[in-house]
């Protein structure tokens, strides 16, 4: 929000946790949106055994006796994530290596989006959304309230032998996820902010994955909905992306606001 506010752009927190940026449009009768969640896979506390172990959903163990984690308020229900101290990026070459680049890379997309469109032709809803890894919670909420005429979610693409994917500088624009199929008619205007801005686009069609926008569609809140996604590899674990893809997605994205119409 600071970083907004240095950039003069409104901004603020709704009900469900979303961090909202509105850059204004020539015109106000047409709004469009771009998310990058703002929360990370995590864990569960799932009980506690009599030595302070920690049964969680996906990791186990803790250094703490049972007196220390009560006063820490860890209980059966307590969310957990990995330590800041194990989070820092790391830059490999020309690349970037993390936990939980899905989705704090997406994020710093958005925040160079807000530095580089001025004066867009339409309305234009930068947002960190909330709780997206529990179903795109904070989307929902945000889509339901503001009308919108399309819904850009930014991702992390998974590199797996299944999809015809390529690490690398190109993003990937995604056709279909598990919660139906994205809006052909605004995919092939992002694939032509991507010619204009002379960046290639790779095609995906995704299972076991939703993004925002194709949940938000789903749930008939928004009638046009894109996925453009960095592909990354070890998804969900220490996540690696080319950083030429990251920045391919702002200038795509940052093309498309400036001609949107
Ligand atoms: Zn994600």
Same mark, same amino acid.
């Given at each position: +929000?600071?970083?907004?506010?240095?950039?003069?752009?409104?901004?603020?927190?709704?009900?469900?946790?979303? %961090?909202? =940026?509105?850059?204004?449009?020539?015109?106000?009768?047409?709004? +469009?949106?771009?998310?990058?969640?703002?929360?990370?896979?995590? +864990?569960?506390?799932?009980?506690?055994?009599?030595?302070?172990?920690?049964? %969680?959903?996906?990791? #186990?163990?803790?250094?703490?006796?049972?007196?220390?984690?009560?006063?820490?308020?860890?209980?059966?229900?307590?969310?957990?994530?990995?330590?800041?101290?194990?989070?820092?990026?790391?830059?490999?070459?020309?690349?970037?290596?993390?936990?939980?680049?899905?989705?704090?890379?997406?994020?710093?997309?958005?925040?160079?989006?807000?530095?580089?469109?001025?004066?867009?032709?339409?309305?234009?809803?930068? %947002?960190?959304?909330?709780?997206?890894?529990?179903?795109?919670? #904070?989307?929902?909420?945000?889509?339901?309230?503001?009308?919108?005429?399309?819904?850009? =979610?930014?991702?992390?693409?998974?590199?797996?032998?299944?999809?015809?994917?390529?690490?690398?500088?190109?993003? %990937?624009?995604?056709?279909?996820?598990?919660?139906?199929?994205?809006?052909?008619?605004?995919?092939?205007?992002?694939?032509?902010?991507?010619?204009?801005?002379?960046?290639?686009?790779?095609?995906?069609?995704?299972?076991?994955?939703?993004?925002?926008?194709?949940?938000? /569609?789903?749930?008939?809140?928004?009638?046009?909905?894109?996925?453009?996604?960095?592909?990354?590899?070890?998804?969900?674990?220490?996540?690696?992306?080319?950083?030429?893809?990251?920045?391919?997605?702002?200038?795509?994205?940052?093309?498309?606001? /400036?001609?949107?119409?």
């Amino acid at each position: +929000m600071e970083q907004f506010t240095a950039l003069k752009i409104d901004n603020w927190q709704d009900r469900a946790g979303n %961090v909202i =940026a509105k850059i204004p449009g020539k015109s106000s009768e047409r709004a +469009m949106a771009i998310t990058a969640h703002k929360d990370e896979i995590g +864990m569960l506390v799932k009980s506690i055994d009599s030595n302070g172990c920690l049964h %969680v959903r996906r990791l #186990g163990g803790s250094k703490c006796s049972l007196e220390e984690l009560e006063i820490c308020g860890v209980r059966p229900g307590t969310k957990v994530v990995i330590g800041n101290h194990r989070i820092q990026p790391f830059r490999l070459n020309d690349y970037i290596a993390s936990y939980t680049l899905d989705n704090k890379a997406s994020v710093a997309i958005l925040l160079e989006l807000a530095a580089k469109i001025i004066a867009p032709p339409v309305d234009i809803y930068l %947002v960190a959304s909330a709780k997206e890894e529990v179903g795109a919670i #904070g989307a929902l909420y945000f889509t339901q309230n503001q009308k919108l005429d399309a819904l850009i =979610a930014l991702e992390i693409c998974p590199l797996a032998d299944e999809y015809p994917i390529e690490s690398g500088e190109a993003p %990937v624009l995604l056709s279909q996820d598990n919660y139906g199929v994205y809006d052909e008619f605004l995919n092939a205007e992002i694939r032509q902010a991507a010619k204009k801005a002379d960046i290639p686009l790779q095609l995906a069609v995704i299972d076991g994955f939703g993004s925002d926008a194709s949940i938000a /569609m789903k749930f008939g809140h928004v009638s046009r909905g894109a996925c453009l996604s960095f592909p990354t590899q070890n998804t969900h674990g220490y996540e690696i992306a080319h950083l030429g893809a990251i920045a391919n997605c702002i200038e795509v994205l940052a093309t498309y606001c /400036m001609t949107v119409h």
